[in-house]
């Protein structure tokens, strides 16, 4: 069956901490991995990794993909109190003619002044 | 150009009712995807459509819950005679049709409270 497992499920730290969020997957036909940031409403997204090794860099945010290892982090350096949300870690695939976006968990990261 | 675009955003129904909440998608996107989010967790996979086509729906619940995206006018998860574990947030996301490494857009939601 595919998954897709986050950790840690939460993580409070302070400003100015780096956090590195961990997302491993199994997903048939594997295409691609998406990281999306949830508030309190619509999960907006934030990097999309088909790639292994390169690194995505946006910000104070960086991602990268390791598809022998089936991984892929999600780097924060430097938090916010802004950076408060739930991110959710999504792996695309599924059977030929089809794209399953299957989601963790997620990780609920606070960051306090 | 509009996002996707839920409503309700908010539905409230007795144990028993339909529930019916509506998706339309980003402009010149023809893919439909409906996640269920239960507080505290993440987004769970409920059925892939494309126009007038269900393509996977391994995340439907057998019963009470259907799905349908016609021809002109938005998706609509129809969920028959409610029960109190159906409340949830019902998220819709869509993505372009030749975008095959799958970036979604997703709505704002529709919160379903069955009391």
């Known amino acids: 069956e595919d998954k897709v497992v986050q950790s840690p499920l939460s993580l409070v730290v302070h400003e100015g901490d780096t956090v590195t969020l961990n997302c491993s997957y199994e997903?048939?036909?594997?295409?691609?991995l998406l990281w999306y940031k949830q508030e309190k409403k619509a999960p907006t997204f934030l990097f999309m990794l088909?790639?292994?090794?390169i690194e995505k860099k946006s910000g104070r945010l960086s991602s990268i993909l390791d598809k022998k290892e089936l991984f892929s982090i999600l780097n924060i350096t430097a938090t916010q109190t802004g950076d408060s949300a739930v991110y959710l870690c999504?792996?695309?695939?599924?059977?030929?003619?089809?794209?399953?976006?299957?989601f963790g968990t997620g990780t609920r990261l606070q960051v306090f002044p | 150009n509009a996002g996707v675009m839920q409503n309700p955003r908010h539905l409230v129904r007795r144990r028993g009712q339909e529930a019916r909440l509506r998706c339309s998608p980003m402009?010149?996107?023809?893919?439909v995807y409906w996640y269920r989010q239960l507080p505290e967790e993440g987004l769970k996979f409920m059925v892939y459509?494309?126009?007038?086509?269900?393509?996977?729906e391994s995340g439907m619940p057998k019963e009470r819950f259907s799905a349908e995206f016609p021809k002109e006018g938005p998706s609509i998860l129809r969920i028959q005679q409610v029960v109190r574990g159906d409340s949830a947030a019902y998220f819709c996301?869509?993505?372009?049709?030749?975008?095959?490494?799958?970036?979604?857009?997703f709505g704002e939601g529709s919160r379903l409270t069955v009391l």
């Open positions: 459509l494309q126009k007038e086509n269900i393509i996977d």
């Open positions: 999504g792996a695309l695939g599924g059977v030929i003619g089809t794209d399953k976006l299957i």
């Open positions: 088909t790639s292994s090794g």
């Open positions: 996301a869509s993505s372009r049709l030749q975008k095959r490494t799958g970036e979604l857009f």
């Open positions: 402009k010149g996107h023809s893919h």
């Open positions: 997903v048939t036909n594997f295409r691609s």
